[in-house]
């Protein structure tokens, strides 16, 4: 090998060394030790789970139409305060082909019951008894809202209580 | 007689047996000539005997109390350090058959002697096992990381030998001046064990309640007149002193009391010293240290830490690292206890490297065995003691 | 700047070499003048001192030094060692909004400056992050760049060796024999029976022994990057899972961070150590320190979802019974739940009685489960009780309506509305811990009986894909420090001089008292000139005292 040569080999190799080596230590400060987070434009994992009337519900039976999956838990101060607007739109969005699908945090099938009839609500309220959907979606705070569109796509995660008119911007948004 | 009572028994002979042994280095280094008759001198072969037989009912006493208790005698600071002190005379047995160095024993055991004094003034009573030390781990653990640290130990035995040798004590110097200062921490221990006995022997006891660092309400025991009151405290016995000052929460005020009159012990014993001998406490030690051959010292200081390292890195980071992950959850979880253990470990790296590549030999690698030990001594005594993680079960 | 350093032997050495690769004459004018030459890395010429032209040379050179890694290493402890001042973040009992507050109560202005400067938190901090992948470039570099020259060179070295070479060794002799020739051969001749490795040339001998002990620093670095490499490996979703979880008694709930998987919580218990069992052995300890904990126990059942089930489906196969304690984790496909914390006596089911107010007449009990109340409670005589509100974390009215601020029943609050014969229509009350409230005078009242109560296990959920890594690299670490420590390299050369002489050299990369006594046996076993430790000037002075 002539002698540029093997200069240049040699910085080659020191550079691709370095670089390799700094990529770590960058790596090692932006991750975070963390399981896989459900994120913008997965596809939302597939559940059934039994209403209080006993039905089974899929969410892969509203495959073709949107979906407003809402967790909820009857403790919670901003889910009671979204839950009557959520209804209006439910009623209005539901033959434009935007489901709702509440979940409620495995609380006693009185205590939801009581808050339905309460707020005189008519989408679908399931309960995840053995909180597997919470950590399925990896659910922090409730409430929290995923929008999935008609494919089945997470399009858009909100944490935080929604008012009227950001209800029907989000219902729109995932109307097939 | 109990085995639990056999066993503080063979502690005893075995405590008594190191300071014979003492005597009789002293006399195999005071009595040899030249270098063969060091090395082969009678009162050396005198002392070796003894201090096996002092290892011997030292190991006694550990397996009595182990089949006492049902579990390795390592769970609390009585016994660790206990179990320490056999280690470095273990550790000292085996080098002494390598090299044939009586002056090595003269320093050694009376180091052995204080730490076992200092391990006496902690509850000596067998204690049952918490759920957390419930495993065969603890044997493995402890036992390893205290031989590392036994191992390691002897270097800087061998580095302090080489020191009183090496350092010119008759003028004033930094090195002097630290030489002395190592010299008057071990007096410190030795008016820990004073004072501590003595009020041990006068039974004195004060009670107090107190608010800890978590707003609750606890009780505290004093053994010492209480020279520093708790956080909030309120007296129990009345005719006991009144503290000085009330401390903050985060301060142990009992551990601070117990330091205080320590440190006043110490001081003055180190004073007594001082006057009866007219001149440094190091240049009284000097001569004892003046037989030994300096290059032999250096590879004995050397040697031990590259035996004590692999042996150290096994016991105190692998093993531990099993063993948390089994207890813990988390092999890993930088606790003060397991921090220490790395930063010994980082240190005796760097101590390795230094010596490899930089040629720190001579008096620099011994400073730097002197300086290993002092951390190790401080994860054993202040880590426990005043930091206090998920380690402190003394 | 010639790349070539050509010595007198012939042999052509790299730039920056000290001693000559082949024949061993110093080349530098540092070695010739020294008496004892350095031997580390055998005066080999280390590729980083030999260019430094570019920005990537000089970053390369900047780690391949020891003296930079020691400085790392200093760094490394000397912080960690701050970290231990305070305790970190997760040994703190509070919120992360409320951490400044606790380390400003406890510690003052310390404390606060600590928490400000982020050392509460310094093992995961950026800095600190820097500093250990800083150790581990320079761990890689200068290894890379110490270990090839010096395979180089051992692999180079010829058996006989210049006299400059010889003379400049810190173990040396030099005297006349009898017979030069049959020394070498006895040498030979002993050294092999010592297990030594020997190669003669031309009047010279070359014994070498433990050679791979040189090798260890490098074979133990290599498990610590393997180590530091595990770690890394953690940042990687699905390779780490670190959950926790509080489970009640009775409660199913899936496992976090171990989709598919469910756990059931049969029962919780503490034990403690009773004076009965060893009254003789912890007697004492008991007195002094009062109670003693034996045991934290979590019996449990595992399930399994059927297979090809969607999530939320609660048709499970059960996998095993077992009992979580501490140092005894439930294992399964790769995950560890650990037994961690606990909570007692949280309220489960509430036992209360109708009762007419002025007789005290009782209807009869019934029994409210807390996590699964029924809506209506029949009783004797054709009274019942219907459950219309239940507030399980009562926590006052708002919008005159009572709420609850958690669904954990802390402090259960309920509406009832009692049907009895003669009030068929019902009256309503409101019933709390310790208060009732009714809008009217009522004549009957439901009043409390008894409680129950369960406990709550702390679970904390576990997999880690990097622990046989991290083994592995604990391993090879453990080997590669064993092989440097407890092995040594040694070299006697021993060579025909002018005339009848002989020349003794050796060295060895440590334990020097070993190598004497060896190279003392060969001596008088062959008669070689006996040869000086130029180091250990006490022994010499020592015997020129006694001559």
């Known amino acids: 090998m002539s ?22 230590i960058i790596f090692s400060i932006v991750s975070k030790d963390k399981v896989k987070v459900l994120a913008v434009g997965d596809k939302a994992p597939d559940f059934e789970l039994v209403d209080i009337d006993g039905n089974k519900h899929r969410l892969s039976d509203y495959k073709g139409k949107g979906v407003f999956l809402n967790f909820w838990g009857t403790w919670c101060p901003p889910c009671k305060r979204e839950m009557p607007d959520m209804e209006e739109q439910y009623k209005a969005f539901k033959d434009k082909g935007v489901h709702v699908l509440s979940v409620n945090s495995g609380e006693s099938n009185l205590k939801v019951e009581t808050f339905r009839d309460q707020y005189g609500l008519s989408f679908p309220i399931v309960i995840d008894k053995t909180k597997d959907i919470r950590e399925l979606y990896n659910i922090q705070p409730l409430p929290t809202t995923f929008l999935i569109d008609k494919d089945g796509r997470i399009q858009k995660i909100i944490i935080t209580e929604m008012t009227r008119d950001e209800i029907i911007s989000y219902m729109e948004s995932i109307q097939p | 007689m109990s085995l639990a009572s056999l066993s503080a028994n063979l502690l005893l002979v075995s405590f008594i047996a190191y300071l014979v042994a003492t005597l009789f280095f002293g006399g195999a280094v005071k009595g040899a000539k030249s270098e063969a008759s060091y090395k082969n001198n009678r009162w050396g072969k005198i002392g070796i005997s003894i201090t096996i037989i002092g290892f011997i009912t030292h190991l006694g006493y550990f397996i009595t109390r182990w089949i006492a208790s049902g579990h390795a005698p390592m769970s609390n600071m009585f016994e660790f350090t206990t179990a ?23 320093f050694a055991l009376p180091i052995a002697i204080i730490i076992i004094g200092y391990a006496s003034m902690f509850p000596t009573e067998i204690t049952p096992l918490i759920p957390a030390l419930q495993s065969y781990w603890l044997a493995v653990h402890v036992i390893t990381a205290a031989l590392g640290e036994a191992i390691l130990a002897i270097s800087a035995v061998a580095g302090l030998i080489y020191l009183l040798k090496n350092v010119d004590l008759t003028k004033p110097s930094k090195q002097r001046f630290w030489l002395e200062a190592v010299v008057f921490t071990l007096v410190l221990v030795l008016g820990f064990v004073v004072s501590s006995t003595t009020f041990k022997m006068t039974g004195y006891e004060a ?11 606890a009780k505290i025991e004093y053994n010492y007149p209480p020279l520093f009151g708790m956080n909030e405290y309120e007296a129990k016995t009345p005719e006991a002193m009144t503290p000085w000052a009330e401390l903050p929460a985060v301060i142990n005020a009992k551990t601070l009391t117990t330091f205080v009159w320590s440190v006043v012990t110490g001081t003055i014993l180190y004073l007594l010293l001082r006057l009866i001998f007219r001149k440094p406490i190091a240049l009284v030690f000097q001569p004892f240290a003046k037989k030994a051959n300096s290059q032999l010292m250096d590879e004995i200081g050397y040697r031990s830490v590259l035996i004590g390292f692999p042996v150290f890195t096994l016991g105190a980071l692998i093993f531990a690292m099993i063993w948390a992950h089994e207890a813990w959850s988390r092999f890993w979880g930088w606790d003060p206890k397991e921090v220490w253990a790395l930063i010994t470990w980082l240190f005796y790296a760097a101590f390795l490297h230094v010596r490899l590549s930089q040629g720190w030999e001579g008096k620099k690698s011994a400073w730097l065995a002197v300086i290993g030990f002092v951390i190790i001594m401080f994860n054993l005594i202040a880590v426990n003691l005043i930091i206090a993680g998920l380690h402190s079960y003394a | 700047m010639s790349k070539i350093v050509k010595c007198q032997c012939g042999h052509d050495n790299p730039f920056g070499i000290v001693l000559c690769e082949r024949c061993g004459r110093p080349m530098t004018e540092e070695a010739k003048n020294s008496d004892v030459v350095d031997m580390r890395y055998e005066g080999s010429a ?16 900047f780690f391949s030094s020891v003296k930079i890694g020691v400085s790392i290493i200093v760094a490394v402890l000397a912080t960690s060692a701050i970290g231990t001042l305070f305790p970190q973040k997760f040994y703190v009992p509070v919120r992360e909004e409320d951490m400044l507050d606790y380390y400003e109560r406890l510690y003052g202005f310390i404390g606060t400056l600590y928490y400000k400067l982020g050392f509460y938190d310094m093992y995961n901090s950026w800095w600190f992050k820097i500093l250990i992948g800083m150790l581990g ?14 395979y180089k060179s051992l692999k180079k070295q010829r058996t006989k060796r210049h006299t400059s070479f010889m003379k400049r060794q810190r173990v040396y002799g030099l005297g006349p024999s009898e017979n030069p020739d049959l020394a070498l051969t006895n040498a030979a001749e002993k050294l092999k029976e010592m297990k030594y490795n020997v190669k003669t040339e031309d009047g010279a001998i070359l014994a070498e022994k433990g050679r791979f002990s040189r090798w260890g620093p490098y074979v133990n670095h290599t498990g610590l990057i393997i180590f530091l490499f595990g770690i890394l490996l953690r940042g990687i979703p699905g390779f780490y899972v670190d959950e926790t979880m509080w489970i009640r008694e009775g409660e199913l709930r899936s496992i976090p961070g171990a989709p598919e998987f ?33 045991n934290y126990q979590t019996d449990v059942t595992l399930y399994k979802k059927k297979e090809n089930l969607l999530p939320g489906s609660t048709d499970m196969d059960l996998v095993k019974d077992y009992s979580i304690i501490v140092n005894k984790p439930l294992k399964f ?13 949280e309220l489960k089911s509430m036992t209360m009685q109708l009762v007419e107010k002025k007789t005290g007449k009782s209807f009869g009990e019934f029994t409210i489960d807390l996590d699964d109340p029924k809506g209506v409670y029949e009783l004797n005589d054709g009274a019942q009780v219907n459950l219309i509100g239940y507030y399980a974390d009562y926590a006052g009215v708002e919008n005159g309506e009572p709420v609850s ?18 009030k068929p229509k019902g009256e309503k009350s409101f019933v709390a811990i310790r208060q009732t409230l009714e809008t009217e005078e009522n004549v009957y009242a439901v009043k409390f009986v008894s409680a129950d109560t369960r406990d709550i296990s702390g679970l904390t959920i576990r997999k880690d894909k990097t622990l046989y890594i991290l083994l592995l690299g604990g391993l090879i670490f453990m080997i590669g420090v064993c092989q440097g420590s407890f092995w040594n390299h040694r070299r006697i050369w021993v060579q025909k001089g002018e005339g009848e002489e002989l020349l003794v050299a050796a060295h060895t990369n440590k334990n020097w008292f070993t190598l004497k006594k060896e190279l003392d046996e060969v001596k008088d076993f062959a008669k070689l000139p006996s040869y000086e430790d130029r180091r250990d000037n006490e022994s010499i002075e020592q015997e020129e005292g006694e001559k």
């Open chain 3, 405 to 422: 601020k958690s669904p954990i029943p802390n402090n259960p609050a309920f509406i009832f509305d009692m049907k009895t014969p003669d």
């Open chain 2, 84 to 106: 320490f002190a056999m280690m470095l005379v273990g550790a000292f047995i085996l080098i002494f058959y390598l090299y044939r160095t009586p002056s090595l024993g003269l």
């Open chain 3, 137 to 150: 470039t320079s761990i890689i570099i200068a290894s890379v760049d110490r270990v090839i020259p010096l």
């Open chain 3, 333 to 345: 496909e790769g995950y560890s739940i650990f037994q961690m914390d606990y909570r007692l006596n």
């Open chain 2, 207 to 217: 009670h107090f309640t107190y608010i800890d660092k978590n707003e609750k309400p």
């Open chain 3, 262 to 294: 469910y756990l059931k919580s049969k029962d919780f218990s503490i034990e403690y150590y009773t004076k009965e069992e060893a009254d003789e052995v912890f007697g004492a300890a008991l007195d002094r320190v009062g109670t003693i904990v034996k």
């Open chain 3, 46 to 61: 280390r590729r980083s001192q030999t260019y430094k032209r570019s920005i990537i040379d000089k970053i390369w050179n």
């Open chain 1, 3 to 24: 002698k540029a040569k093997k200069k240049q080999s040699r910085l080659i190799f020191r550079s691709v060394v370095l670089l390799l080596l700094a990529a770590a």
